[in-house]
C-alpha cells in the first residue's frame, strides 16, 4: 500500500492569469479555443500532404516572433528539410530544432532547454527505448504519448503532436492516445481544393463547434478572412441543382453552395454519391422528397456535393438539400438571391434549428434578400426569414411547384 498524499480542496486552487499562448494565427487560435492553454497537449492530425507539418511550423514561427521559445522535433525530416520549408512560409525565429525520436533524449532536451512550447511531428515516429516495439505499433504510441503528457503536466510545457490517420481518416494507433490529450484537432479537406479546415473534436478548454478555415498557397496556410465571399466566390447563377445554404460553424454563419445533379439511370440499382454531405442524410431527405412532395426520384442517378470541399453534418443542410434536388429534378434554377436552412422531419415538416437570427444577418450581408426556413423556436418569428412548414410549402415558396 502506497503513502497517502496531502489532498487540495478545489476553492483553495488558484488559477493563474495568462494561461492562453495566442499563436498569431487567428483562424488556428479559434479552434483552439482561443489560443493555447499552458500546459495542455494538442493532438492534430489529417491526410498526408494537408498541411499541419506546414502550419504548425507558421505557428512555431509566429511564436516565436513574439517571444515564446519552440522546440520543434522533426521525426519524420531531416533539419535541412524543415529550414527549406520554414524559409518558404517565413518562420526561422524563436525556433530550435532537435531531430530525434528516442523519447527519454526529447524528455532530457526538454527539461534542459526549458521551451515553453514543443511541436512533435510526429508521435508515430518515436520510441522508447525501455520497450519492445518498432515505432509506430500500438504499444510504442502508447508508451511515448504517456511520458510526453507526464512530462507537459508535470513542468508545465505546452505540446503539440502530429497524428498520423488512418484509411478512414481517425488518428491511427490506439484510441487511448486521444483521450489522455486535451484537444484533438483535424484536418479537413484534400490536394484538390484550395480550402483547409481545422475542426476541433475534442477540446477540454473551449468548444468543440469552432473551425478555422485556411486557403494553401505556394507560402503556406493563408487565413480566409471573409469565407462565406470565399466559398461563393465560383458560384455561377441562374443553374438548376444549385442552392445556398446557411450554415453554423460553432458562432460563426457560413455561406455554402450545395450542388445536386439528378440525372436519368441506367442501372437496376441507381446511384446515389455525396461529398461534404453524409450519405444516410441524403438517403433521409430522397425519401423524404418521394413520400411527402410527390418528387420521384426512384430512377435517377442522384450526386450531391458541397462546393469547395466543405463538409456540413448540421441537420440544418435537410431544406436547401432538398432544394437542389428538386431543382435539379425540375431544371428549374432557384432565386438566384435566395439562401435556405432548415431540419427536415419524416412527416414533411420544416423544423427550427439554433442560430437562425445570425444566419440570416450572415445572408443579407452577403447580398442574399431571400432566407427561407422554419418559423423559430420561439412564439416570436425570426425578423427576415420567408418561414416554411413544410417541405412542399418550400418548394412552392421557392420553386412555384
Known amino acids: ?41 494538442v493532438l492534430i492530425g489529417g491526410e498526408p500532404g494537408i498541411g499541419k507539418s506546414t502550419l504548425l511550423l507558421q505557428a512555431a514561427g509566429r511564436l516565436g516572433a513574439s517571444g515564446v521559445p519552440v522546440l520543434y522535433v522533426c521525426g519524420e525530416e531531416s533539419v535541412q528539410q524543415v529550414r527549406s520549408r520554414a524559409d ?18 526529447i524528455e532530457a532536451t526538454v527539461l534542459a532547454e526549458r521551451p515553453e512550447v514543443v511541436i512533435v511531428d510526429s508521435i508515430q515516429t518515436l520510441l522508447d527505448p525501455d520497450l519492445d516495439g518498432v515505432p509506430g505499433s500500438v504499444g510504442q504510441v502508447r508508451a511515448t504519448a504517456a511520458r510526453l503528457v507526464r512530462l507537459a503536466k508535470t513542468h508545465d510545457v505546452t505540446l503539440i503532436v502530429v497524428g498520423h490517420v488512418t484509411k478512414d481518416g481517425s488518428i491511427a494507433g490506439p484510441r487511448v492516445l486521444e483521450h489522455v490529450v486535451d484537444t484533438v484537432l483535424y484536418f479537413e479537406g484534400d490536394a484538390d481544393h484550395a480550402f483547409r479546415i481545422v475542426r476541433a473534436a475534442k477540446n477540454r478548454f473551449g468548444s468543440v463547434a469552432e473551425i478555422g478555415i485556411f486557403e494553401m498557397a505556394e507560402e503556406g496556410l493563408l487565413e480566409v478572412g471573409q469565407p462565406s465571399s470565399a466559398l461563393l466566390a465560383q458560384r455561377a447563377g441562374g443553374i438548376a441543382g444549385s442552392a445556398v445554404m446557411a450554415t453554423m460553424e460553432g458562432s460563426r454563419p457560413l455561406l455554402v453552395e450545395v450542388q445536386a445533379l439528378v440525372s436519368p439511370s441506367y442501372l437496376p440499382a441507381p446511384r446515389r454519391l455525396s461529398v461534404g454531405i453524409d450519405n444516410a442524410r441524403l438517403l433521409q431527405v430522397l425519401a423524404v422528397l418521394e413520400r411527402r412532395a410527390g418528387v420521384s426520384l426512384g430512377s435517377f442517378d442522384v450526386y450531391v456535393s458541397v462546393a469547395g470541399g466543405v463538409r456540413v453534418t448540421e441537420p440544418a443542410i435537410d431544406l436547401p438539400l432538398a432544394l437542389a434536388l428538386a431543382s435539379s429534378r425540375s431544371d428549374r434554377p432557384l432565386p438566384s438571391d435566395c439562401v435556405a436552412f432548415g431540419e427536415l422531419g419524416l412527416t414533411g415538416d420544416v423544423r427550427s434549428v439554433p442560430h437562425i437570427a445570425a444566419r440570416v444577418r450572415e445572408a443579407k450581408r452577403m447580398g442574399f434578400t431571400q432566407a427561407f426556413g422554419p418559423a423559430g423556436s420561439g412564439s416570436a418569428p425570426v425578423t427576415g426569414v420567408s418561414a416554411v412548414r413544410t417541405l412542399a410549402e418550400a418548394l412552392g415558396s421557392v420553386l412555384g411547384t
Open 1 to 41: 500500500m502506497g503513502t497517502p498524499r496531502v489532498v487540495t480542496p478545489l476553492s483553495d486552487v488558484s488559477i493563474i492569469p495568462g494561461q492562453r499562448i495566442l499563436t498569431g494565427i487567428g483562424e488556428f487560435d479559434r479552434a483552439l479555443g482561443d489560443g493555447l492553454v499552458r500546459g495542455s497537449v
Open 88 to 105: 518558404r512560409v517565413g518562420a526561422s525565429a524563436g525556433i530550435s530544432l532537435l531531430p530525434e525520436v528516442d523519447v527519454s533524449i
